[in-house]
């Protein structure tokens, strides 16, 4: 069991916003929007409802090569690619491979390669059913790509818990850490589910905004006439260590890894507590773990999907931690910019917080209209500096089947 902090010291991202975490964060203060209408011939083809998301900026097989991204589901392309960048970023540790573990997560996985299939075995009969389709489509796999591709063998694991996963896996990477299992962990999570079924499914049970004349601005959160979430594509990836491995090796630091929460709401298969009192024992739980209080945090990157139920319900969440002082800290909701990418939603903000606390700004939230009364967050459109002093922000996650998770990080 180590003591030591836990720190970052590499961040990958291939987002709707930029092909890499810096380019990602840049975007995001400028306002960008990944949001665009759908350029797919199944659009028409089945109708669907809503035609527009956040796909990956830059499509994952434009940086792969072909042989290896054949033989990878877009996920999986897009967790490499992130991976790579945050492994180069932290400077390529050197570290025994058996004290090197993954820590990954998906929401759904290779959904692409899973219906790819069955329209194969369907029109073309099993002959022709690729050998590498389980391999590929299960949720385990970019984990175990990632495990192959780094030579990390301490351990390879996935949580699929929905919005909240990747969050999940990066507090999994901070616990695994202390407890001796690794020495450096690649942690984070990836989605690819922008298909006909995804889109089909969320917007029969109300859940996308179906802005198709606006999509830039369809992603609402905090504001009165938000209308539901953006289905949103990417990666994200973030190198952890201890604090006396980072500085052993010379490595940079971007922010500590101070505290994490997972609980579970036991109240509805979609719908989260409106009480949000899972939600509030996460986020109490990861200041616990970091010894802090609420009069401590700084900044908060907020979940903030743009769902009429689900903003209002983490607001009280977090009024219940930080009682009025919840109105006064300035709050981020990135997926007004990003859309929702799911199982790789909580990584990308996570990189999102911790850069908010490197350089001291909360990142603009876009498409504020009119406030919400029942969500009186501070959101801005414009960047907001964060001042000087210590800095510890959160960043929140909450999935279908009650899971949430709240990471914890402060500035070094």
């Not at 089945?46 to 290896?68: D, G, H, K, N, S």
């Amino acid at each position: 069991m180590t003591s030591s902090r836990i720190v970052v010291t590499g961040i990958g991202a291939t987002s709707p916003i930029g092909g890499t975490a810096p380019e990602s964060w840049s975007a995001l203060l400028d306002g960008a929007s990944g949001a665009r209408t759908l350029e797919h011939d199944w659009v028409e083809q089945y109708q669907l409802p809503v035609t527009f998301a956040a796909e990956a900026l830059v499509r994952p097989e434009t940086v792969l090569e072909r042989p290896i991204a054949k033989r990878l589901d877009p996920s999986s392309q897009l967790a490499l690619i992130a991976a790579k960048e945050a492994w180069e970023d932290a400077g390529s540790p050197d570290v025994d491979s058996d004290r090197l573990g993954v820590d990954f997560a998906t929401g759904i996985g290779g959904v692409w390669t899973l219906l790819d299939a069955w329209d194969t075995l369907r029109e073309k009969g099993p002959r022709r059913v690729m050998p590498m389709t389980v391999p590929m489509l299960m949720p385990n796999a970019a984990a175990g790509n990632l495990s192959l591709h780094f030579g990390a063998r301490a351990y390879a694991r996935t949580v699929a818990s929905a919005c909240a996963s990747s969050t999940e896996s990066i507090v999994n990477a901070v616990e695994h850490i202390r407890a001796g299992y690794a020495d450096v962990v690649i942690a984070g999570g990836t989605e690819s589910a922008i298909h006909p079924i995804t889109i089909a499914s969320f917007a029969s049970m109300q859940a996308l905004s179906k802005r198709n004349d606006s999509p830039a601005t369809a992603s609402r959160p905090g504001s009165i006439d938000r209308d539901g979430f953006v289905m949103g594509e990417g990666a994200a990836v973030l190198i952890l260590e201890t604090e006396e491995h980072a500085r052993a090796r010379g490595a940079k630091i971007y922010a500590a890894i101070v505290g994490g929460g997972v609980t579970a709401d036991s109240y509805h298969i979609t719908a989260n507590d409106p009480e949000g009192t899972g939600a509030a024992r996460a986020v109490e739980m990861a200041l616990a773990m970091a010894g802090a209080s609420p009069d401590d945090v700084t900044h908060i990157n907020a979940h903030a999907t743009s769902t009429p139920v689900g903003d209002p319900n983490e607001y009280q969440a977090l009024r219940t931690v930080f009682g009025s002082r919840v109105d006064e800290i300035p709050v981020s909701a990135t997926k007004a910019s990003t859309g929702h990418l799911l199982g790789g939603t909580g990584a990308l903000e996570a990189i999102f917080t911790i850069m908010a606390i490197k350089e001291r700004v909360a990142p603009p939230t876009i498409n504020i209209t009119e406030p919400d009364p029942a969500v009186p967050f501070r959101l801005t459109g414009d960047p907001t500096p964060l001042g000087a002093g210590d800095q510890l922000a959160i960043s929140n996650s909450f999935g279908f089947g009650g899971h949430n998770a709240v990471a914890a990080f402060a500035s070094v």
